[in-house]
C-alpha cells in the first residue's frame, strides 16, 4: 500500500508561485509513475502533470512552461513548482501514484487559491 500527503497550498496572488510536495509512504516508490492532478469547483479533474520513473516529465498545455514536477527518490517525494500563477490555477491539488499501469493511489488534497 501507498500513502499519500501533499502539503504546501495556500492563498497567493496572481503572479506568484508555490511549492507543493508529495510525500510518499510504502515500499517501491522508485519505480512508480507519480503525477499531479487539480479539480476546481464545477469542473473536472485534470491530469496536468506526470513523472516517469525514470524522471521524464510531460505537462498539459494549461501548466506547460509554468510547472515543473520533480521527483527525490532518496525522500519518497515528488514536488510540484508552480510560477506565474494565475487566477485559473486555483483547485484543489492532487498527487497520484501509478497502481498496476492506472493512478490508483491518491492523496487527500491541497487547497491552492490564486487571488486577482
Known amino acids: 500500500q501507498v500513502q499519500l500527503v501533499e502539503s504546501g497550498g495556500g492563498l497567493v496572488q496572481a503572479g506568484g508561485s508555490l511549492r507543493l510536495s508529495c510525500a510518499a509512504s510504502?515500499?517501491?516508490?522508485?519505480?512508480?509513475?507519480m503525477a499531479w492532478y487539480r479539480q476546481a469547483p464545477g469542473k473536472q479533474r485534470e491530469l496536468f502533470a506526470d513523472?516517469?520513473?525514470?524522471?521524464?516529465?510531460n505537462y498539459a498545455d494549461s501548466v506547460k512552461g509554468r510547472f515543473t514536477i520533480s521527483r527525490d527518490n532518496a525522500k519518497n517525494t515528488v514536488y510540484l513548482q508552480m510560477h506565474s500563477l494565475k487566477p485559473e490555477d486555483t483547485a484543489v491539488y492532487y498527487c497520484?501514484?501509478?497502481?498496476?499501469?492506472?493512478?490508483?493511489?491518491w492523496g487527500q488534497g491541497t487547497q491552492v487559491t490564486v487571488s486577482s
Open positions: 497520484a501514484a501509478e497502481r498496476l499501469g492506472s493512478w490508483g493511489y
Open positions: 510504502g515500499s517501491m516508490f522508485a519505480v512508480k509513475a
Open positions: 513523472i516517469t520513473s525514470g524522471g521524464s516529465a
